[in-house]
């Protein structure tokens, strides 16, 4: 990415200032189920343990840079330049200069043994050619790389160790990485770092692999102050056949990520997964609010920003047209008109099962908030020419908001010649609420998200989560596929989240695990402590795992049909307009253990609501709360009652076998109960199928 284009991606995060992220709402509503002894969510900031702040300060300025066998370094001041391949040992400090490779053709190995290396200039480490590189932080080492730049040219390498080839870390001893400029480690080719204790701190990406980013049993600390933590960005095929793209987590690997963007970014797919000797990876996950670095002031960034003005469907027409009066209080009457031009319609869907329908259109515009103090809104005749004497409508004068970036028209009078306006802040999301031809569809459920991606894994194809202990905390989605996306490939993205086995633990703002496609769980242990919905996809498929979901709205929802073939599922929503289970298409239940709660047992809340059918012929499913379906059952039986059940922790068996524990957090008076013909009994209840 060119220098240029970058700052302007940062000056557009100066203008989202996590300041408004910091508007976090603190939910004491308890989530209990069965993966869940109970808290809150908690959105206290996460600092990283056992980490530097920044690199010792250089005393001496006496680096060596020589060959192990044989090789060629040039020295140039405090430039150091290997210009044949060979493998070279480096140890001591140097201020304000840094090690340039750059070779024909063959592999590089630096082996540091104790380095200290700043730069004001360029990348201390930086690569310009090589087949591959190499480097290796020696057992009982301590070594820094700090990259202190200010300001770069375009072309200039955009990390404090930058490479244009392959590049590997690796080591038993500890490498310190400052991104004080931009990224921290940054390959345009593939990424590798195994065995070393590694911490990068970088104002952008501190990790980041254009083709692909595989981390191998290694111990990771990765801060961005306003970037993510690990990222891709190609999605093509090498020359070699390869699918570029991917991050791979595998093997008794420790990261611990904490990013003010996404935690994981892959451009294809991301994969989780134990190594050759069942080794497992152990991952946490920190994004916006929840992690204590995240940070909208860095010395790159620039004072611009974008402004989006929110219209609903009565306040819209191409017969006029939107301005924003840019001005400086002390001279108002010398101010610019900017004009807001039409950037998306979004559609939501309201009340009971998204059935009414709100139309909003967004309109956007550039704005330099170091010029300007004041913005004003005005609406003119599609052919006016802007004045602010002769106008349709104006809206009083507003403070450029520092922690907002949205304007909503809450009103706009012909006879007063008044538009009404307030500051919100801008979701970014798709313009199609759900699926072509779905009801309902998937929504975004945090309202204070900010307009960049807060997400904990992200992906533009296919996740897939074999094994290993995941926790995270997400300012917005914990885990998130995307579909329908164009790759570089020529293909379009999947959409797929597949869980097959691990420990994972999400607290959201926003959705827990979300498939713009399908999310398929075969295995392993979730729970979704706290979301807005907990699982979300067009199609989410259960085959299996032991499963415990809290959401404040819909625990399972799909835009098509949700599968219930095994496992153990536990789901409690808030209560209000929530629904434990949501399909806006069909629900299937063949196999596996239901039990959904929803915490009120009147109105508009349910513990199963779809728009088609509701089928079970297999498994148990046990409900509390209203059934705003009821199901048609195939080989099974069912049974409504009515009990005592307080709020409590219970045992279902069936024959005598405990097939679920779960825990209510308010009092029930019924139930409903679908299975196999039998004995079941919650707590002293006997129910007889």
């Avoid at 189920?33 to 690199?55: H, L, Q, W, Y």
């Avoid at 306003?226 to 190609?234: A, C, L, M, S």
């Avoid at 520092?402 to 306006?421: A, F, H, N, Y």
Wanted: with cysteine.
């Amino acid at each position: 990415m060119k220098m240029k284009k970058l700052i302007g991606f940062l000056a557009l995060l100066s203008l989202f200032t996590l300041t408004g992220c910091d508007k976090l709402k603190n939910n004491n509503e308890s989530y209990p189920n069965s993966g869940i002894t109970g808290g809150t969510d908690d959105v206290t900031p996460t600092e990283a343990k056992d980490t530097k702040e920044e690199a010792p300060e250089v005393t001496t300025n006496a680096l060596s840079v020589s060959a192990v066998d044989s090789g060629t370094v040039e020295i140039n001041g405090n430039v150091y330049t290997i210009l044949s391949a060979g493998e070279y040992d480096v140890t001591g400090e140097l201020s304000d200069g840094s090690i340039v490779i750059n070779v024909e053709d063959g592999e590089v190995i630096l082996n540091l043994n104790g380095v200290n290396i700043t730069s004001t200039t360029t990348a201390p480490i930086n690569v310009i050619s090589a087949s591959n590189v190499e480097i290796s932080a020696k057992k009982g080492t301590d070594n820094y790389i700090t990259d202190s730049r200010t300001t770069a040219l375009d072309d200039d390498p955009t990390a404090a160790i930058y490479s244009t080839c392959d590049l590997k870390i690796k080591g038993k001893g500890n490498l310190y990485v400052f991104g004080n400029y931009n990224n921290g480690i940054h390959s345009k080719n593939d990424l590798d770092v195994k065995n070393l204790n590694l911490q990068v701190n970088a104002i952008n990406n501190a990790l980041k692999g254009n083709d692909s980013v595989t981390i191998d049993t290694a111990n990771i600390t990765a801060i961005s102050t306003v970037g993510d933590g690990i990222k891709t960005t190609n999605s093509d095929i090498s020359s070699k056949g390869n699918q570029r793209g991917n991050i791979t987590i595998l093997g008794d690997a420790k990261v611990d990520i904490y990013a003010c963007c996404d935690g994981i970014d892959a451009a294809y797919n991301v994969s989780i997964l134990a190594d050759d000797s069942g080794l497992e990876p152990t991952i946490n996950i920190y994004t916006s609010s929840y992690s204590s670095y995240s940070n909208d002031s860095p010395s790159s960034i620039a004072n611009s920003q974008v402004l989006y003005l929110k219209l609903a469907s009565g306040y819209y027409s191409t017969s006029y047209s939107y301005y924003a009066y840019c001005y400086n209080t002390d001279d108002k009457e010398n101010g610019d008109f900017i004009k807001l031009s039409y950037y998306q319609t979004q559609s939501s869907n309201m009340g009971f099962g998204g059935r009414s329908q709100s139309t909003y259109y967004y309109l956007k515009g550039d704005i330099d908030t170091s010029k300007y103090t004041g913005v004003q809104i005005y609406m003119f005749e599609a052919s006016a020419t802007p004045s602010t004497t002769t106008y349709f409508a104006a809206s009083t004068g507003q403070a450029i908001n520092s922690t907002k970036d949205m304007l909503t028209v809450t009103s706009v009078s012909t006879s007063t010649k008044k538009i009404g306006v307030d500051w919100s802040s801008y979701q970014a999301q798709s313009s199609q609420t759900g699926f072509p031809g779905m009801p309902g569809g998937m929504q975004d459920g945090n309202s204070d998200k900010t307009s960049y991606s807060t997400k904990g894994i992200k992906c533009d194809n296919e996740i897939n989560i074999i094994a290993g202990n995941i926790t995270i905390k997400a300012y917005d989605d914990g885990i998130h596929a995307t579909s329908n996306v164009t790759l570089e490939n020529g293909e379009l993205s999947l959409g797929n989240v597949n869980i097959s086995g691990g420990v994972i633990t999400i607290a959201s703002k926003d959705d827990g695990i979300h498939a713009d496609n399908t999310l398929a769980v075969n295995g392993g242990t979730i729970t979704i402590a706290t979301a807005y919905e907990g699982f979300e996809g067009n199609i989410v498929e259960i085959n299996g795992g032991n499963n415990s979901v809290y959401a404040t709205d819909d625990g399972i929802n799909a835009s098509t049909a949700i599968k219930i073939n095994g496992g153990t599922s536990v789901i409690l929503v808030a209560s209000g307009d929530t629904d434990a289970i949501d399909a806006n298409g069909t629900y299937t239940q063949t196999g596996g253990v239901v039990v959904s709660m929803n915490l009120s047992n009147q109105g508009m809340a349910t513990a199963l609501d779809t728009d088609s059918r509701a089928t079970i012929s297999g498994g148990t499913f046990l409900a509390f709360g209203n059934l705003e379906t009821t199901p048609t059952l195939s080989n099974v039986k069912a049974t409504t009652k009515s009990l005592s059940l307080n709020s409590n922790t219970y045992e279902l068996s069936y024959n005598g076998d405990v097939i679920v524990t779960f825990t209510t957090k308010t009092n029930y008076s019924k139930f409903y109960l679908a299975g196999s013909s039998g004995e079941y009994k919650i707590g002293s209840n006997t129910i007889n199928l």
